[in-house]
């Protein structure tokens, strides 16, 4: 950070480390360690194997019960690293209706929320996603309706160097 005196913590489920970063405003770690800095009121963290955790994330997204909101269709493309225009010609959308969908403009449909997920999938190459979803398909689709708020809270093993995500009510 710089030359303060900063606070080090480690986050527990308590008192997580909210990670804005990521593009979703629900997003709380457990078992990372971070600072607090008083004098410029900045915060950072130590963010062990990264990728893992946006992995992790993604994997939640595609699995939750609900309907995906815009900030998470828009972190699961960027996850796959397509611009908005490529991932919308996937999904047999224009540019000009994804990005209403990723900014919360127009109401997602159950239709396109499985098509962006299944995208999502393919895409990733997660084979562990493709046959976990193969394998309890009729239950996976039949859960994608309605809008659930949930924290998603994601608790780092460092013994393993995993990272376990879950969803919470928010």
């Known amino acids: 950070m710089n030359d303060h005196s900063c606070k080090e913590f480690t986050s527990t489920s308590t008192r997580p480390f909210h990670l804005t970063t990521a593009g979703l405003p629900?997003?709380?770690?457990?078992?990372?360690?971070?600072?607090?800095?008083?004098?410029?009121?900045?915060?950072?963290?130590?963010?062990?194997?990264?990728?893992?955790?946006?992995?992790?994330?993604?994997?939640?997204?595609?699995?939750?019960?609900?309907?995906?909101?815009?900030?998470?269709?828009?972190?699961?493309?960027?996850?796959?690293?397509?611009?908005?225009?490529?991932?919308?010609?996937?999904?047999?959308?224009?540019?000009?209706?994804?990005?209403?969908?990723?900014?919360?403009?127009?109401?997602?449909?159950?239709d396109t929320d499985k098509l962006v997920r299944l995208t999502y999938t393919m895409l990733s190459g997660n084979k562990k996603l493709m046959q976990s979803l193969a394998e309890n398909a009729e239950e996976w689709l039949t859960s994608i309706h309605g809008r659930r708020q949930e924290r998603i809270v994601a608790?780092?093993?460092?013994?393993?160097?995993?990272?376990?995500?879950?969803r919470k009510a928010a």
Not at 77 to 93: H, M, P, Q, T, Y
Not at 155 to 166: E, F, G, I
């Open 26 to 110: 629900n997003v709380y770690l457990v078992g990372v360690t971070y600072r607090n800095c008083a004098e410029c009121h900045r915060q950072s963290a130590e963010i062990p194997a990264i990728k893992r955790l946006m992995f992790a994330i993604a994997e939640s997204l595609v699995k939750k019960e609900g309907l995906l909101s815009g900030e998470e269709i828009r972190f699961l493309r960027k996850e796959v690293g397509k611009k908005a225009a490529d991932f919308a010609a996937l999904i047999n959308k224009t540019p000009e209706h994804f990005s209403k969908l990723e900014n919360g403009q127009l109401p997602l449909t159950e």
């Open 155 to 166: 608790t780092h093993n460092k013994s393993l160097r995993a990272w376990k995500v879950s």
